[in-house]
């Protein structure tokens, strides 16, 4: 008896859906099945966050991060922003006191410089200037009003300057 009123209860519902899915234009569709993705997404990276698993939750935060309205970013460039974050929070937590740098300072390495962009040593200095406008066309903070984005901004910035300073001067 459970089994037949369970069968007529899915029946239903997958008759409404199938309804809706008929009734409802591609756009509508669409723009419900990003939605589901990102609340998914989110639901999934959360429970596998408080569960200790935080590098399964990666994919789940990058898909959850190209719904954001930065626009043009790539997964890869997403990654690179994602780890630049991670690195932000770790050396705002080793430093304390007397030791902590002020906010407009930088203590990027050229290695860190080089990932920042996208380059590898060796590159061109017109590349340089090139990624380093790509990503401030991407992130600078009078295109994204609504994200907080000047730190990043900045951090290209110095990225960019210090690889000159270093490699091409």
């Known amino acids: 008896m459970n089994l037949f009123l369970f069968g007529i209860i899915i029946f239903v519902i997958i008759y409404l859906f199938l309804n809706w899915f008929a009734k409802t234009s591609s756009k509508k569709i669409a723009q419900f099945l990003k939605k589901l993705a990102v609340i998914i997404s989110v639901f999934l990276a959360v429970i596998l966050t408080v ?12 898909i959850l991060l190209s719904g ?35 906010q407009g300072s930088s203590s990027l390495t050229i290695d860190e410089a080089y990932k920042l962009l996208g380059l590898k040593k060796g590159c061109q200095k017109d590349e340089v200037i090139k990624a380093a406008a790509g990503l401030q066309k991407k992130i600078h903070p009078d295109l994204n009003r609504d994200l907080k984005t000047e730190r990043l901004s900045q951090l290209v910035n110095e990225a960019k300057d210090k690889i000159l300073k270093t490699d091409f001067s």
């Open 51 to 62: 569960g200790g698993k935080f590098i399964f939750s990666l994919p789940f935060l990058l």
């Open 68 to 102: 954001l309205k930065i626009k043009g970013l790539t997964a890869l460039q997403m990654f690179q922003l994602w780890r630049l974050i991670q690195f932000l929070k770790n050396s705002q937590a080793n430093t304390s006191g007397f030791g902590r740098q002020s």
